[in-house]
């Protein structure tokens, strides 16, 4: 029996599900999230995993979330507090390491250590890929034109199309290629040293099961470095007291707002009525009338699980059964009780390099090797990891003197059976970080392991992917995650998507929230349209 009618129910309250519930509210709909879990912020979350220490349990670094959103909900008024970081990485490599950011001539210096070609190359580098990354940028909060819509298809699509019309043939050539080439093609064609081409090669793959010798590889890396962090294009920081301290205010934005948020309150099914969504049955057996629903779980957990076969146009059911899915990453945190001293830079007392993101995928051929393992093993015996120790630019997350690391590790096969696995694998990987700093893995007190499997259980993201779906051309833009739904409206009518399977994909950007609430509003009459102007 449909009980607590409401205007629009949004299923689940990650961020973007928070990002849509609050501009829905904002423009006068009564709005209810129902998630699963008993804390709201989906993949961008803070918990406590040993007694005294905490972390970002998922995501953990910050710099995609749109401007427009933290300042439409007032983030920075409800107590966020993004820190830059001042070096953004450090590669130890076998006899020597590398630093990468502190400005441009500090980077080049370090490049010039290796490679001076490499140095005189990198500003060229940068100014290209932050002139390709700023277009993604600025279609970020734009909704993509929806594929067979006709005229107003073609205008959606020729005003998105002019910024890229506009740049100069030296910036579209270079976008094709981050579009179609290979991350190790991109980067051979810019830099000749493979330490320094690794320092990049890192950011293609994030999430991203394949080698950085994959066609497309070189988008992901684009997609990496679109953000920014209080105004600082390309940096990524620490949102202080970990990444749930941005769904928390978000949260609070949403009740100030008057959505009303339930907790532990997971969706069995979409109902359909007619051809159109009118509400949600819980696991519970309860079932929720509403005037709409806005999905934020992924593509294939909505159409694969949540929405009955016969609610769905055959096409339709038959793509989102080949939607790709499934990031192959391996997601530690671990309590340390000191910090860890590296063989290339040795020192526990803390240090600048201690506060980056400390990257092992020592070369492309590391990386490619460890993708190929992966297919063939299931995970790879030198794994890429990227450590990262929040713990020294936030005192909240570990006891005095005491420390934690998030370790964020790649190509580990999604579809392994990682109940057998696991633990075998986190051994693995922290004796991959003792290789380069001995005495590491004695230093660590606790761990939670997140494994592609535990990703799935825990958050939801099916095959354990990081970003609710491959980030591939064929998933993006107006693809994404299928031609013709681009625009975060379903075949239901009255069913929408408001989470990172849409435009512009994943990563903590609040952007499909917002665009989706936006597409929402528009199909609310001329007041709603009037309303959807933000
Ligand atoms: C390990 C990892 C590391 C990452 N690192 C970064 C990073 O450092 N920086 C960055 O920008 N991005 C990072 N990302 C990506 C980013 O975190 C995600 O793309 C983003 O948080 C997804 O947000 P969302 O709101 O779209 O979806 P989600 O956060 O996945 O939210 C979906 C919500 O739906 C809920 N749900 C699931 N099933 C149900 C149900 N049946 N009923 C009700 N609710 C349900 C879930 O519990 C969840 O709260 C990372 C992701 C992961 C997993």
Not at 24 to 41: I, Q
């Amino acid at each position: 029996m449909y009980v607590n009618k409401v205007d629009a129910l949004i299923i689940g309250g990650g961020h973007n599900g928070l990002v849509c519930a609050f501009y829905l509210a904002r423009a006068g709909l009564k709005v209810r999230v129902l998630e699963r879990r008993d804390v709201v912020g989906g993949a961008a979350v803070t918990e406590e995993f040993a007694p005294g220490f905490r972390n970002s349990s998922a995501s953990y670094t910050v710099s995609l979330l749109r401007p427009k959103i933290i300042a439409d909900m007032r983030l920075h008024d409800r107590g966020l507090r993004i820190l830059e970081r001042d070096l953004s990485n450090f590669l130890p490599f076998e006899s020597d390491y590398l630093k990468l950011g502190g400005g441009m001539a500090r980077t080049q210096a370090e490049f010039a250590r290796f490679s001076a070609a490499d140095a005189a190359a990198y500003p060229a580098y940068d100014a290209a890929l932050e002139k390709v990354a700023k277009v993604l940028r600025d279609l970020a909060l734009e909704t993509p034109p929806n594929a067979g819509g006709g005229l107003a298809t073609l205008a959606a699509g020729a005003r998105q199309g002019w910024p890229i019309a506009k740049l100069s043939l030296e910036a579209q050539r270079d976008l094709l290629a981050v579009f179609t080439k290979s991350a190790r093609e991109f980067l051979e064609g810019w830099f000749e040293d493979d330490r320094v081409r690794s320092a990049f090669a890192f950011d293609a793959v994030v999430g991203n099961y394949a080698g950085v010798s994959t066609p497309g590889s070189a988008y992901v890396l684009l997609h990496h470095v679109f953000g920014e962090v209080n105004g600082k294009p390309g940096a990524w920081g620490h949102a202080v007291g970990g990444m749930g301290a941005i769904t928390q205010a978000m949260a609070s934005a949403c009740r100030d707002a008057g959505v009303e948020i339930s907790l532990e309150s997971p969706v069995e099914r979409v109902l359909v009525d007619g051809g159109k969504a009118a509400g949600v049955r819980l696991e519970s057996g309860e079932e929720i009338a509403a005037r709409l629903v806005a999905a934020n779980v992924g593509p294939a957990l909505l159409y694969r699980r949540m929405v009955d076969r016969s609610d769905l146009p055959p096409d339709f059911r038959w793509r989102m059964g080949q939607f790709r899915t499934g990031s192959g990453t391996f997601r530690m945190n671990v309590a340390l009780s000191e910090l860890p001293s590296f063989t290339v830079l040795p020192g526990r007392a803390e240090a600048e390099h201690h506060r980056a993101g400390i990257v092992i995928a020592p070369g492309l051929d590391y990386m490619d090797a460890a993708f190929d393992d992966a297919k063939a093993l299931g995970w790879s015996r030198k794994p890429i990891v990227e450590m990262l120790i929040p713990s020294t630019v936030d005192d909240s997350l570990a006891p005095p003197g005491a420390h934690v690391a998030s370790l964020f590790c790649q190509q580990f096969n999604p579809e392994l059976d990682w109940d057998s696995h696991r633990e075998r694998v986190a051994d693995l990987i922290i004796d991959t970080v003792d290789g380069h700093a001995p005495g590491f893995k004695a230093s660590v007190v606790a761990r939670q392991i997140h494994s592609p499997l535990d990703l799935e259980r825990k958050f939801g993201l099916v095959g354990g992917d990081i970003f609710h779906g491959r980030m591939s051309l064929d998933q993006l833009w107006a693809a994404r995650p299928v031609l013709g739904q681009g625009d975060y409206r379903s075949p239901i009518r009255g069913l929408y998507m408001c989470g990172s399977g849409t435009h512009p994909g994943g990563g903590v950007t609040g952007a499909p929230g917002h665009n989706a609430a936006r597409e929402i509003l528009k199909d609310r009459g001329l007041l709603g349209r009037l309303r959807a102007r933000f």
